[in-house]
């Protein structure tokens, strides 16, 4: 596609409901990466990944959190019994190879969760 | 961790000049990076700049990077309102692909 999209753009749930954020990368990006952004803050690194390969998870939370991206290209993140801390934005990007530091990231729109 | 730090505020009058503030805390950054973040859009790159080189200038940006004193900065000349968002300072390490984010300055430019 022409851009980074995610999907919802809004999601409102119950504490304890499961929930799973849609990403699309740029098509043909081989890196694609999760973020968590506060309210007033930046965005916060979760996961990354390389094609299908999960390379680096140590910004998930704890393990209510997981993501994976089977087919190297479109990611899910799920959120397992969801509290209300976990309100936030979650940005989706994505970059042309496989990192190292010089990869530009284009993000996307990102998914506003809001858990009740 | 790594720490970036951003004033979060500024504001200016239509056609000053703009000048946003970062200070990062790992010696080792590689790449710094300016993101723009205009409500219900997505982060835009603006620039970027490698930590080998102390100024780097792209039309109406200018960014100055002091290695020494950890200190990134953002020049926008001549601020029209269209430049009013926030501005994300981030920085990475050469063989990571971890970003981390300042928490942004929120530019507000005043007709």
């Known amino acids: 596609g022409a851009g980074v999209s995610q999907s919802p753009r809004y999601k409102v749930t119950k504490r304890g409901q499961d929930v799973a954020l849609r990403c699309d990368p740029i098509?043909?990006?081989?890196?694609l990466y999760w973020y968590r952004q506060a309210l007033g803050q930046g965005p916060e690194f979760l996961t990354y990944?390389?094609?299908?390969?999960?390379?680096?998870k140590s910004g998930l939370p704890n393990d209510r959190f997981s993501a994976e991206r089977p087919e190297g290209s479109i990611s899910t993140l799920t959120i397992q019994r969801t509290e209300q801390r976990d309100s936030a934005m979650y940005r989706c990007?994505?970059?042309?190879?496989?990192?190292?530091?010089?990869?530009?990231?284009?993000f996307g729109p990102g998914t506003r969760l809001l858990v009740l | 961790g790594e720490d970036v730090e951003q004033s979060l505020f500024l504001s200016v009058r239509e056609g000053d000049s703009s000048v946003i503030n970062c200070t990062y805390t790992?010696?080792?950054?590689?790449?710094l990076y300016w993101y723009k973040q205009e409500p219900g859009a997505g982060l835009q790159l603006l620039t970027y700049?490698?930590?080998?080189?102390d100024m780097k200038q792209d039309q109406r940006l200018t960014v100055l990077l002091n290695k020494k004193d950890k200190h990134l900065s953002l020049r926008i000349a001549d601020t029209q309102t269209g430049d009013s968002a926030i501005y994300f300072c981030?920085?990475?390490?050469?063989?990571?692909?971890?970003?981390?984010f300042g928490s942004g300055t929120k530019l507000n430019v005043k007709p």
């Open positions: 790992d010696s080792s950054s590689t790449y």
């Open positions: 990944f390389n094609y299908e390969a999960q390379q680096d």
């Open positions: 700049i490698f930590s080998n080189m």
């Open positions: 990007a994505s970059s042309q190879g496989t990192g190292g530091g010089q990869e530009t990231q284009y």
């Open positions: 981030a920085e990475s390490n050469r063989g990571f692909n971890k970003f981390y």
């Open positions: 098509s043909g990006h081989v890196s």
